[in-house]
T-cell receptor
Framework: EAGVTQSPTHLIKTRGQQATLRCSPI?????VYWYQQALGLGLQFLLW???????NRGNFPPRFSGRQFPNYSSELNVNALELEDSALYLC?????????????FGPGTRLTVL | AQTVTQSQPEMSVQEAETVTLSCTYD???????LFWYKQPPSRQMILVIR??????QNATENRFSVNFQKAAKSFSLKISDSQLGDAAMYFC??????????????FGEGTQLTVNP
């Protein structure tokens, strides 16, 4: 069974540009979570999508947004990129929204903002 | 808000020896889940072990076991018979049992484990 996949592996952008990161959950999983792992800031929760709806978001500005498609894959968009957005972005998926369901992580997308 | 603290930024252990990684957390909730994830150099986060707060019995997974002390809000990970492949960054994480707020994992700062041959 394939795990969570993310693309691209690496992404280099300049300040002010937009970045789009993609995530495909494990087959059958309906919930997708996004986390940011920035140097010095640790792992922080960004967004949660379930059944196509945004269910919760972390303490991030509105220029961080995303969506979940009918096939449960997800996209994270970061607008007006700033240098401090440079980080590893991890996607995770779980079987459902139930808190008992474990989150399984993908390999991440490394975003570098120059 | 819940917080998770890992007070050991780095730990090292000799191959085949036992090591314990510490984690404390702060919460006012009575029902929650605790996790240990490992992140090797490949950067892929891998679930090591999970503990439900309502269970008094400590979770075990092969060479990995936890010491869950609910009253003390402590959740340590013991790795027995350490192997070179155990070398990684280990993160302790908390998840609320409340559905909406329970969507997120709150992570500690991480402990970098080195395994010496």
């Amino acid at each position: 069974e394939a795990g969570v996949t993310q693309s691209p592996t690496h992404l280099i952008k300049t300040r002010g540009q937009q970045a789009t990161l993609r995530c495909s959950p494990i087959s059958g999983h309906t919930s997708v979570y996004w986390y940011q792992q920035a140097l010095g800031l640790g792992l922080q929760f960004l967004l949660w999508y379930d059944e196509g709806e945004e269910r919760n978001r972390g303490n991030f500005p509105p220029r961080f947004s995303g969506r979940q498609f009918p096939n449960y894959s997800s996209e994270l968009n970061v607008n007006a990129l700033e240098l401090e957005d440079s980080a590893l972005y991890l996607c995770a998926s779980s079987w459902s929204r139930a808190v008992t369901d474990t989150q399984y992580f993908g390999p991440g997308t490394r975003l570098t903002v120059l | 808000a819940q917080t998770v603290t890992q007070s050991q930024p780095e730990m090292s252990v000799q191959e085949a020896e036992t090591v314990t990684l510490s984690c404390t957390y702060d919460t006012s909730e009575s029902d929650y889940y605790l996790f240990w994830y490992k992140q090797p150099p490949s950067r892929q986060m891998i679930l090591v072990i999970r503990q439900e707060a309502y269970k008094q019995q400590n979770a075990t997974e092969n060479r990995f076991s936890v010491n869950f002390q609910k009253a003390a809000k402590s959740f340590s990970l013991k790795i027995s018979d350490s192997q070179l492949g155990d070398a990684a960054m280990y993160f302790c994480a908390y998840r609320s049992a409340v559905e909406t707020s329970g969507s997120r994992l709150t992570f500690g700062e991480g402990t970098q484990l080195t395994v010496n041959p």
